[in-house]
């Protein structure tokens, strides 16, 4: 199949994935108002572990790419992260310092939380695929990172000011991250499209996809 074919086969196959993270049952017990805020703090002490991580991955994921059209938008990405692009935005570890301050995290609660296996098995893959794997095909694997967690954001945004009376700009981590996801993950699947044309290549993208999928997903379950 060519590179669209395979991009819409994929979407679908992620679309049917039990691990959509707006699924999760943190998710929805969030969403019903049912998560308490000690399950909330331990969510937020691992997710930050990623967010903290983002700019520099994302770095080195424009820095591995060698094509001139990319290039320029994968630049967009790292400043998106460390800068924030769109108005009423910050750097985005910073939106999420701010979220967690709101819950009575400080940031030295965040950066000194210790990794637990899931969050550390995501990081380690994370930056693993980066040096091992073809760029394009690292990209390409952010149609179910990226690309699946505009639904979740904008769930826990509303959740979080509904169940929670937390103020708008309290979230605005989740609400800006509602079209910046979108945007990138649309990035990811325009790349997969021009360079996931082979079966070897489709084989080995939908194995890491859906391996993200898996991790991310893993990382949001806490128990307690």
């Known amino acids: 199949?060519?590179?669209?074919?395979?991009?819409?086969?994929?979407?679908?196959?992620?679309?049917?994935?039990?691990?959509?993270?707006?699924?999760?049952?943190?998710?929805?017990?969030?969403?019903?108002?049912?998560a308490s805020m000690e399950q909330i703090h331990q969510w937020a002490l691992?997710?930050?572990?990623?967010r903290r991580a983002v700019p520099r991955i994302a770095m080195l994921r424009y820095l591995a790419c060698t094509d001139p059209v990319f290039q320029p938008k994968l630049y967009e990405v790292v400043e998106d992260e460390t800068?924030?692009?769109?108005?009423?935005?910050?750097?985005?570890?910073?939106?999420?310092v701010e979220f967690a301050a709101a819950l009575g995290l400080s940031r030295s609660d965040l950066e000194t939380a210790p990794l637990r296996?899931?969050?550390?098995?995501h990081l380690y893959y994370t930056e693993l695929i980066i040096h091992t794997l073809p760029w394009f095909v690292v990209?390409?694997?952010q149609i179910s990172a990226e690309g699946t967690f505009s639904p979740a954001a904008a769930a826990l945004g509303q959740a979080?000011?509904?169940?929670?009376?937390?103020?708008?700009?309290?979230?605005?981590?989740?609400?800006?991250?509602?079209?910046?996801?979108?945007?990138?993950?649309?990035l990811a699947e325009e790349i997969a499209r021009a360079y996931i044309t082979s079966l070897p290549l489709?084989?080995?993208?939908?194995?890491?996809?859906?391996?993200?999928l898996e991790l991310l997903y893993d990382v949001w379950t806490i128990d307690g």
């Open 46 to 50: 691992q997710d930050y572990q990623f």
């Open 83 to 96: 800068q924030g692009l769109r108005p009423g935005s910050i750097g985005h570890p910073d939106m999420f």
């Open 139 to 141: 990209m390409a694997a």
């Open 117 to 121: 296996p899931a969050t550390a098995a």
């Open 202 to 212: 489709q084989t080995q993208t939908r194995e890491v996809t859906l391996r993200r």
């Open 160 to 186: 979080f000011i509904q169940q929670y009376g937390m103020k708008r700009e309290s979230v605005r981590f989740f609400t800006v991250h509602v079209d910046a996801d979108a945007e990138h993950g649309s």
């Open 1 to 34: 199949m060519n590179g669209a074919e395979f991009v819409r086969m994929l979407k679908e196959e992620i679309a049917r994935s039990p691990k959509q993270r707006v699924n999760h049952p943190f998710v929805r017990a969030v969403c019903e108002g049912k």
